[in-house]
């Protein structure tokens, strides 16, 4: 596809389970990046990988979240232990390069904690 | 403590009128501004940028504007068309280094342009 995928569209999951949301970013893209858009809010940061430099964990807000990007391709966002505060919209975005500011995005995972 | 803030939750405004979206930000070291667009169910799409070193960009129907010493940048759309109706969100980011790619964004306003 042209553009960025994720998947599933909508998660819907009780308290305390495990879940892995899927991001496929645009062929090529080097970096890639995952923020989370809570009822009402802007989007929050959550993690940044960029070739294969070590991420940038520094928005993961606890330890129970996770992110791998294999192959430099698809990446996975892991929630453990999931709270109802972890309800939101997962969006990932891919950017040609490290050193562009433009970074296009998935239409995200909405996350429903019940 | 928001770094970048959108103090209009909504905007309203009449075909072919200008709308004006304003943003705030609080960090100095912010070095590039970007404005998205967000239809429901979709993810932001881009729409216009500025480096620090500029005070105006355009593009078509879009400028974005930027005032360094007061912190302030917006964006004007002119003439708006129904169309433009969307959540549209103002982003910062930091110098280059590690955290090149790490985009600050605010709560977004919500335009609503009518017939």
């Known amino acids: 596809g042209a553009g960025v995928s994720q998947s599933p569209s909508n998660k819907v999951t009780e308290k305390g389970k495990d879940v892995e949301l899927r991001c496929d970013p645009i062929s090529g893209h080097t970096a890639l990046y995952w923020y989370r858009q809570s009822l009402g809010q802007g989007l929050e940061f959550l993690i940044y990988f960029q070739g294969n430099s070590a991420p940038d964990k520094s928005g993961l807000p606890s330890d129970r979240f996770s992110a791998e990007r294999t192959g430099g391709s698809v990446s996975t966002l892991t929630i453990q232990r999931t709270q109802q505060e972890d309800s939101a919209v997962y969006l990932c975005a891919s950017g040609s390069s490290g050193s562009s500011y433009e970074q296009y995005f998935g239409p995200g995972t909405r996350l429903t904690v019940t | 403590d928001q770094q970048v803030k959108q103090n209009s939750p909504s905007l309203s405004v009449q075909e072919g009128r200008i709308s004006i979206l304003n943003c705030d930000y609080t960090n100095s070291m912010f070095d590039y501004f970007l404005w998205y667009k967000k239809y429901p169910a979709e993810g932001p799409t881009f729409l216009i940028s500025?480096?620090?070193?500029?005070d105006k960009n355009e593009d078509g129907r879009f400028t974005v504007f930027l005032n360094k010493s007061a912190k302030h940048l917006s964006l004007h759309i002119v003439p708006s068309q129904p169309g433009d109706s969307a959540v549209y969100f103002c982003a910062a980011g930091p110098p280059g280094g590690t955290s090149y790619g790490k985009l600050t964004f605010g709560q977004g306003t919500i335009l609503t342009v009518h017939p």
């Open positions: 500025i480096s620090s070193i500029k």
